[in-house]
């Protein structure tokens, strides 16, 4: 007698039920803003973005925020206050429900402030107070605008399941307005909607309830609530479970899932990043379990791994997990675990590359680690073999080169990949070394592995020379060598020729080789403003007595989207390491001498002076590296730079343009 296998994440992969409707599994996809809606229509490429995600595992998709009230006007957000686009809904809906999987859209009005640099003017509040963040002053909302707002929004609803979806997610967190309608820090009013929980409460109730008139009791009603904003004040654990208790009381909520953070000091809190725990916000959602006995609870905060997820429902934290971040990186993230091939999958990084796309840029959504978001083959993905066969060589075994190298073999190609390093990863295994990288690794081990299943052959430990890539015979050859930071002017050229004072990555390749704790201060001068900088000086502050940064700019961080960026300061002030800007470096005869490095005001002249200095570093913009380059088209090849080798940017763009690279062959 044979016996089956027990089902690998046994939890994870049980049947639920909501509002009477069956849930294959426990793994619901949050919400998460694609920038793909066209027009204010649903794009064809926003519904297979969602349909990837059902197909590849997840039982509930909670769509992007859509426009829910005449108000909304959003070309990045589909219509669903009016007719225009109703076969545009029916179609996203029939998408992703005809994958046995459940579709729900969500509603977020988004009050006095954006995810956006600068002051908006158009935004409307529960009261006349600024933006914690922007410090936009909203337009206060009278009793008569807020019950329109209501009915539109109820109405919208009714209309978005007569296209077929299932439900609704009314998104009460982040700070946007019904967040600010529950915080007493953000809703001063004192008429019905003020006042204290019962009036904070009211609009939501409100809302609720019409919702429910419209739709009935087959349509599910989700509450993504706040669970801690971090804002002194607002709304803390304690009162955030009030406010649940309150919300669920009349039983219409189906779900309820908590949000961190707010459209402040602390937006960082929303979506957490390598420096802080994975799974980050589970004994908070421990906690607030208690406050809704009896519905059900969606746990949310860097959950990356199925294993996580799991454990998240064996301990009866919740009923049902929700991933973003790790869902737009492998939209097969619960197919291939329940398979048994965790191995395969193409884990988040939490760098919230994403976020900075899809927010301020307002670019459509993308990941440092998955170049095919929303392709129709996305899903599980591995190329289709090219119609002939060629001889490729990589040169440079970084993201960029990694990625090259292991879609052109698996398309059939004879793929030989150089690196003057004995080990793979380029630059990007300097930065898993640092604090908060660990998870980066992933790329370059999914990369590597891919590769060599897919018949990749590696020369590591090699340099290569025009000589040894021609006598491969190569047909087509990739250049991802990468890019090296630009000594400073203010180095003298005898110093700059001997490489006396190194780069910052050379630097931090032999403190990390020897790890020893020494007295002084470290200095890093700063032209850079690059995540991987701040990462050095945290590490440098575990070695030297003192870590400066010097920045010929008013500060720091200014090339790292905002939610990078709160962390970055936030950590370097806990550490005290002190951030001197608007100065440049001056090389003197008293730093050689005495360690005193000098430096002068950039508008003022005037001159500082920083005493035992015993490391002394820069980091600054990089220029690629192309010595092989003309050598080969000398020869005759036209080589295909990618990544760094083309021009010095971030991951997203190494591992976009490797893949592309190995595609185009």
Known sequence: MTHSAAPLYPALQAPFTLAGKRLRNRLVHLSMSTQMARDARVSDRMIQYFANRARGGAAMVVTEPLSMAPHHLLASRADAWNDRDLDGLKRLADAVESQDSRIVAQLLERGRARNQPGRTYDGIGMSALPDDLSWSMPRVLGASEIARMIDAFAASAGRLKRCGFSGLEISAGHGHFFHQTLS?????????????????????????????????????????LPGNDWIPGSIDPSYAGAVAARLTASG??????????????????????????????????????????????????????PAEAEALLVEGHAEL????????TDPAWLNKAAAGRAHDIRYCVSCNTCWERISPARLEIGCDNNPR????????????????????????AGAAGLE?????????????????????????RLRARLPGGEAVSSVYDYQHAAALRAGARFRLGE???VDSVMALQPDEVVLATGAQMVAPLWLPPAIREAGLVPDLRSAMEEVLRHRQRQA???VIVDMDHGEGTYAAAEQLHALFDRVVLLTPRDTIAQDVPIVVRQGILRRLAEKHIQIIGLVEPLWTESFEDRGQLEYRHVYTGEVGVLDDVAFLAWSTPRS????????????????RQVGDALSARALHAATSEGHAAGHAI
Not at 321 to 328: D, E, I, N, Q
Not at 416 to 422: A, L
């Open 624 to 639: 690629p590296t192309l010595d092989l380059a003309d050598a080969l088209r000398e020869r005759g090849i036209e080589p």
């Open 373 to 396: 978001v929303g392709m129709p083959d996305e899903v599980d993905y591995w190329p289709v073999k090219a119609e002939r066969s060629k001889r490729v060589v990589v040169v440079g």
């Open 463 to 465: 340099t290569a020379t």
């Open 404 to 428: 090259a190298a292991w879609v052109s073999a698996a398309r059939g190609h004879a793929v030989t990949v150089f690196s003057s390093s004995t080990e793979v990863g380029g630059k990007l």
């Open 252 to 305: 219409e909520a189906d779900y309820v899932c908590f949000a961190w953070g707010s459209h402040s000091r602390s937006l960082e809190r929303h979506i957490p990043d390598g420096h802080g725990a994975r799974v980050p916000y589970r004994e908070l959602i421990r906690a607030l379990r208690q406050s809704i006995p009896g519905v059900p609870l969606i746990a949310t905060g860097r959950i990356t791994d």
């Open 321 to 328: 997990v929700g991933v973003g971040r790790a869902l737009v």
């Open 520 to 522: 002084g201060s470290a």
């Open 184 to 224: 007493p820090w953000s809703n001063a009013r004192t008429d019905e909607y003020g006042g204290d929980l019962e009036g904070r409460t009211r609009l939501l109730r409100e809302l609720m309830s019409a919702i429910r008139s419209h739709c009935g009791s087959d349509f599910i009603l989700g509450l993504k």
